[in-house]
Nanobody, 124 residues
Framework: QVQLVESGGGLVQAGGSLRLSCAAS????????VGWFRQASGNEREFVAA????????SYADSVKGRFTIARDNAKNTVHLQMNSLKPEDTAVYYC?????????????????WGQGTQVTVSS
């Protein structure tokens, strides 16, 4: 079992930055693909970014490419999501998730472990 806890959410103005963290316990994340998803009120959960265990080939949703960066710190069993140039449409609850499936999946139902989520609100 892998337990995931997100942190770093908050309220920020458009154009600002936030850094989300996903801390894992129970198992090392070194052999898991880790993804970030988000869910805005009334919307489906959508893929944001993912990183395989190696960290070498990352994947991003088109809506966040060039603004968000996923980075793994396997030594600390943590994955970060650096979010820059935030827009009001980035407002959502952000979740991290883990799976042992390979290659990277952008489908939330292929992830087995989930955190509780952290709220990100971007004001205009």
């Amino acid at each position: 079992q892998v337990q995931l806890v997100e942190s770093g959410g908050g309220l920020v103005q458009a154009g600002g930055s936030l850094r989300l963290s996903c801390a894992a316990s129970g198992r090392t994340l070194g052999s898991y693909t880790v993804g970030w998803f988000r869910q805005a009120s009334g919307n489906e959960r959508e893929f944001v970014a993912a990183s395989p265990w190696s960290g070498r080939t990352t994947s991003y949703a088109d809506s966040v490419k060039g603004r968000f960066t996923i980075a793994r710190d396997n030594a600390k069993n943590t994955v970060h999501l650096q979010m820059n140039s935030l827009k009001p449409e980035d407002t959502a609850v952000y979740y991290c998730a883990a799976t042992r499936r390979s290659p990277i999946s952008t489908y939330h139902y292929e992830y087995d472990y989930w955190g509780q989520g952290t709220q990100v609100t971007v004001s205009s």
